[in-house]
């Protein structure tokens, strides 16, 4: 999966949205945001595992305690 994303939505898809159906507005939508995911997962990968954003997350989304001090592979 190619990682290319767009920054801004061209003033021809804001003008011609209305005329695609929906099921081919949410497959764009879900093209576009592969890439997007895929960076962030790669960004979460290379971090440490006691990589306080990365423990920051964690406790965040309820997956790590506040008295931990590093996350799991399996956690990450």
Same mark, same amino acid.
């Given at each position: 999966?190619?990682? &290319? ?8 898809? +804001?003008?011609? #949205? ?8 949410? @497959?764009?939508?879900?093209? &576009? ?8 997962? +790669?960004?979460? #990968? ?8 990365? @423990? ?21």
């Amino acid at each position: 999966m190619p990682r &290319l994303t767009f920054q801004t939505v061209m003033e021809r898809w +804001q003008k011609t #949205a209305h005329q695609i159906p929906v099921c081919e507005k949410k @497959l764009i939508f879900f093209h &576009l945001m592969v890439p997007l995911i895929l960076i962030e997962r +790669q960004q979460i #990968a290379d971090l440490a595992l006691d990589d306080p954003a990365l @423990l920051a997350l964690g406790q965040k989304y309820g997956i790590v305690e506040q008295t931990d001090k590093k996350v799991t592979e399996q956690q990450r």
